[in-house]
């Protein structure tokens, strides 16, 4: 059985940092996305709200990116110092 680790969310970019380039020459695209809902769990409304660390790879982001809504799509993994990350396979911009 193969492990599914797919993720879709929506969410405001507040900061994207430098782009940083690997050895290999890959660049890398770091941002922060602040997502805030209403989800229902167990038949009771809460207000969600979580911030995420994303990278997306061999992309530039343009710094006019901070402050809109994005939908991201990816997986979840860890960084060298074992906080999660989105790495990010498809953005689009809602606004």
Known sequence: MQEINQLNLSGTITKIYDVIQTPAGVLVS?????HSSKQTEAEIDRIVQCRLYCV????????????????????????????????????????
């Not at 770091?30 to 602040?34: A, H, I, P």
């Open 56 to 95: 997306q790879i061999a992309v530039r982001l343009d710094e006019q990116l901070v402050g809109k809504k994005v939908n991201i799509a990816g997986f979840l993994n860890m960084n060298a110092k074992k906080q999660l990350v989105f790495h990010v396979n498809k953005l689009q911009i809602l606004d």
């Open 30 to 34: 770091r941002f922060v996305l602040e």
